[in-house]
Structures are given as C-alpha cells and as structure tokens.
C-alpha cells in the first residue's frame, strides 16, 4: 500500500494493491477487503506494527 494524496481521504489516501503469492494481481486501488481489515488500525495511519500500544 501507498498514500496518494487526496485520493482517498475516507480511507487514509491508501492505495491499496492485493496479490498472489506469485506476484498475480488481484485487485488495487480501492480494495474494500484490505480497508475494513486495516480500519481497525486507522489511529495508527492504518498500519499495523509489530509494537502495539
């Protein structure tokens, strides 16, 4: 995933790509499965870490 300003405020300006495990793409842009999985994080940018407070 990459933050692309003003591309999607609702979501964190995350571009949101999805693969196989051999590198096939699956879906990008805005990919509702990755979003409302990394919502749960969305006080932390979205991004989930090693670190947890």
């Known amino acids: 995933m990459y933050k692309v ?3 999607n405020p609702e979501a964190g300006d995350w571009f ?3 693969y ?6 699956l879906a990008s842009g805005k990919v509702d499965s990755c979003i409302q999985c990394h919502r749960a994080k969305k006080d ?3 991004i989930f870490t090693e ?3």
């Open 5 to 7: 300003k003003g591309y």
């Open 51 to 53: 670190i947890e407070n």
């Open 20 to 25: 196989k495990p051999d590198g096939t793409a």
């Open 44 to 46: 932390h940018d979205w």
């Open 16 to 18: 949101w790509p999805k």
